[in-house]
């Protein structure tokens, strides 16, 4: 080493060197550390090999699992030795003669050495008298899935596991096993208990809201807990029929086109708004189903003006695209426009459309009825169905009894409850009518035989027309189902009260059909015919004399 030059810039030593500024230690210290980097393997800093890219511990790789091998002596890793080892020691067994560690006891291998157990004798079934595989408490598994106490035990058991069990878990049980089979009260019973040990409050109303499902059907779960508390008092009802009307008019409106779909939803805002304004002053506000069909009726002018009329603006509507619109569906000519009307009234008033389009159409349907009625023939093959035939639903013969003999609407007999009838007088109270409706021998054995196939339910469900969705809550049947029931023989119950109505009127006092039925005047006199038969006019020869 040379003369002292300076001090080294990284420890302080000597520098023998007038052009370096490190001394020697910290000059071999910087060369080997711009030789390693980082490993991809372990992350340490290392010399790489060129072949592998990583560090020499890491680059002798196990050949059978890829593990780090330390020895560079060897190929595998303990793991892979050991087990090698082991593979080598098994024999074939002569039993099942597959390889395996043949013991020396038996000279098979352990699995066909393990003395399996024996399989009890079999026992009679105290419920039902067979030898069939047992379930539990000395009953076959298609007995002790009818055990009626397994929906009790399932709560007492519910509540032992508890930390606060809530006090109408028993009460709940029963309220289940009244409406449900006993395997389907176990299971909505594990399922409140799952919703009663988690970490959120147990109070009737919170667990409910929990208990929803989403979607269309708020759950099984969730109905039985609407009602059970909802009898009691310790929860106020769900807003799930606010929830599907909600759904059903934001499908109508995603169906539209979307030039034309914010102002159909303006539109229906705009019918609720009013709504409430009707509920809040007392006067008659407009229904789901009304809102609903306003919106399916804009949504199909949308559909009209884009694909057959291409126009993609309200503004570019005029009276001969309504013209068109209207042509297309006549019969419901009136309808259509007196919702387009609502609507394009809307519009002027948003700025939407400068001028209203349908102001000088008119509705030039007819003024009186112009519906189908069924012929006298036919009425006597539906009689003989409904009251003789036993291959008609109990249903569709009470629905169709009632529209075709009394006049009665799908609603008013979805409606009809067991407190309804008078089984004294052998009369109903159908709706709003103001006096109840005498029944007739064959529709009061219709009605009965309806009210049987009630029983056979087992349900506590008020109305007469009970389904399998209804029969474990209070509800009415759906309007859908009612609106299905008289599909086997062809016949709307529709058709079948207007063929009522228009056979009163023509040959009764239109005012006295109309307090009857609870009817406006106007309403019956568009029933009444514009001729009369010609076997109801009196002889031309009496007229002369």
């Known amino acids: 080493m040379g003369k002292r030059q300076r001090d080294c810039v990284g420890c302080g030593a000597p520098v023998g060197f007038i052009d370096r500024q490190h001394c020697c230690r910290c000059t071999a210290r910087i060369k080997d550390e711009a030789a390693r980097a980082s490993c991809p393997a372990c992350g340490r800093p290392r010399v790489l090999q060129a072949d592998t890219g990583r560090c020499i511990n890491c680059s002798r790789a196990c050949t059978g699992c890829g593990r780090p091998v330390r020895s560079p002596t060897t190929s595998h890793c303990g793991i892979c030795r050991r087990e090698a080892d082991r593979q080598a ?26 003395q399996r157990q024996s399989k009890q004798p079999p026992r009679q079934c105290t419920g039902c008298g067979q030898v069939p595989r047992h379930a539990g408490l000395g009953l ?60 959120h409050a147990n109070y009737p109303q919170a667990l409910l809201n929990r208990a929803r499902r989403p979607g269309r059907s708020m759950g099984s779960l969730a109905r039985a807990l609407e009602g059970f508390f909802t009898q009691r008092g310790l929860a106020l009802p769900t807003d799930q029929a606010q929830r599907l009307a ?25 019918m609720l708004r009013a709504r409430e304004r009707a509920l809040k002053a007392g006067t008659l506000p407009r229904t789901d189903s009304t809102i609903e069909a306003a919106l399916a009726i804009v949504r ?8 057959t009329r291409n126009k993609q603006d309200w503004a570019l509507t005029d009276v001969h695209d309504l013209e068109a619109f209207l042509a297309t569906m006549p019969k419901t000519r009136q ?19 400068l001028i209203d ?25 539906l009689f003989r169905r409904w009251t003789t035939d036993t291959d ?14 009394h006049a009665a609407t799908s609603s008013e007999v979805r409606l009809l409850s067991v407190d309804d009838l008078d089984p004294t007088n052998r009369s109903i109270h159908l709706g709003k009518r103001p006096h109840p409706v005498p029944m007739d021998p064959a529709s009061w054995s219709v009605l009965q035989r309806c009210l049987a196939h009630r029983e056979s339910q087992h349900t506590d469900n008020p ?21 299905h029931v008289l599909d086997p023989c062809g016949v709307p119950p529709r058709t079948l009260r207007s063929t009522r109505l228009a056979e009163l009127v023509n040959t009764l006092d239109p005012k006295l059909v109309a307090a009857a039925f609870g009817m406006d005047p106007e309403g019956v006199m568009i029933y009444l015919a514009d001729h009369v038969e010609p076997g109801r006019l009196p002889d031309q020869h009496q007229q002369r004399n």
């Open 392 to 405: 008609a639903h109990p249903h569709e013969a009470l629905l169709g009894i009632l529209a075709l003999l």
């Open 357 to 381: 389009p349908t102001r000088g159409v008119k509705a030039k349907g007819p003024s009186g009825f112009s519906g189908t009625i069924v012929a006298v023939d036919q009425q006597r093959q």
């Open 246 to 270: 909600a759904g059903r008019r934001q499908r109508r409106i995603d169906a539209t086109p979307l030039p034309l779909r914010p102002q159909v939803h303006a539109f229906a805002e705009s």
């Open 140 to 199: 076959c598994s298609a007995c002790w899935q009818k055990y009626p106490a397994r929906p009790f035990v399932a709560a007492e058991n519910l509540a032992s596991r508890l930390a606060e069990p809530v006090p109408w878990l028993g009460d709940f049980a029963g309220h289940l096993a009244e409406r449900h089979c006993a395997s389907r009260a176990c299971t909505m019973i594990s399922a409140l208990g799952r919703l009663l040990d988690d970490e």
């Open 463 to 483: 109305h007469v027309i009970v389904t399998k969705i209804t029969k474990s809550g209070q509800a009415a049947a759906s309007t859908a189902y009612v609106s």
């Open 335 to 353: 309808r259509r426009l007196s919702v387009l009307r609502q609507f394009f009234r809307f519009a002027r008033s948003r700025k939407i459309v």
């Open 89 to 114: 020691t098994k024999q074939v067994c002569p039993r099942c003669q597959r390889p395996g560690f043949v013991q020396t006891g038996t000279g098979w291998c352990g699995h066909c050495s393990r």
């Open 300 to 307: 199909d002018l949308a559909r009209f003006l884009t694909g």
